[in-house]
């Protein structure tokens, strides 16, 4: 395992439910079987995932994602419990063992603790284990309040914060879009995907739209932030359609697939 290499895999909301709020497990099979089958290979995996809101929102029966933070962090501890549950069965059936980690901006802030879930995350990857990680979100209220915590806020910037933590090899984020576009294409059919960005300057940035538009928080906006952090640690960064996980064989292959950031280093 010591030449192995570390790939965080983080999977957003659109991919692993539908728009009622029931889990797609469809996806989720496909999700874990592949961390599984790339664990059997040799490569140290972990997950970050999302979704604990929307399915505590469907389980409780409530009609609508909650408004008050109260609510919305009852909702996460109820989904958070039933995606775990769902995940452990689906990785016994590979034979793989996993371990949740939730985590606080203050758990990668203070460098204390810092270096105590380095050495968790560490051990739990010399065993073979693969670690599912959330934002605590029922005691914290970062990614819920949309950005109100300068360390977390989203779980495009988690997956890249764990991704530096443990010096993974590779970033990658599945999402309910290809990759990053030069233009909008909801609105321009000659909207050309971006496969290959070597440089993360104004003009990319500017590709990003602002908060509220198409790619506003929690788009593409916190996918370029993840991609900065990636740069700067040294590490690649691939964001590729959530409808295709099993693609995650070609990205290992450095095949082209969605958008990839190339760190230089």
């Known amino acids: 395992m010591q030449t192995s290499k570390t790939i965080v895999v983080k999977v957003g909301t659109s991919t692993l439910t539908y728009d009622s709020g029931y889990l797609n497990l469809k996806n989720m099979e496909i999700l874990v079987r592949s961390l599984s089958d790339l664990s059997g290979q040799g ?36 989904g958070q419990c039933r995606m775990m549950h769902i995940y452990d069965k689906l990785f016994s059936e590979y034979n793989r063992t996993m371990a949740q980690i939730l985590l606080t901006g203050e758990d990668v802030e203070n460098p204390v603790r810092a270096e105590h879930l380095r050495q968790t995350f560490s051990s739990l990857l010399e065993m073979g284990v693969i670690p599912v990680v959330n934002e605590n979100d029922s005691v914290s209220s970062a990614e819920i309040e949309t950005g109100s915590s300068k360390v977390l806020g989203d779980n495009d910037t988690l997956s890249a914060i764990v991704a530096k933590l443990v010096g993974a090899d590779l970033l990658v984020l599945f999402s309910d879009i290809d990759g990053l576009y030069d233009r909008d294409p909801h609105k321009y059919d000659d909207a050309v995907l971006l496969k290959r960005i070597e440089k993360i300057d104004e003009k990319i940035l500017a590709m990003a739209g602002s908060s509220g538009t198409w790619r506003g928080t929690g788009g593409m906006v916190t996918k370029l932030s993840a991609a900065q952090v990636a740069a700067e640690a040294g590490f690649d960064m691939v964001i590729a359609s959530g409808s295709h996980i099993e693609r995650l064989y070609d990205i290992l292959e450095g095949k082209e697939v969605g958008t990839r950031f190339v760190s230089g280093k």
């Open 43 to 78: 490569y140290r995996m972990i997950l970050v995932t999302s979704g604990a809101i929307a399915v505590g929102t469907e389980t409780l029966g409530l009609p609508e994602r909650p408004h008050a933070l109260r609510m919305k962090q009852a909702a996460a501890a109820v």
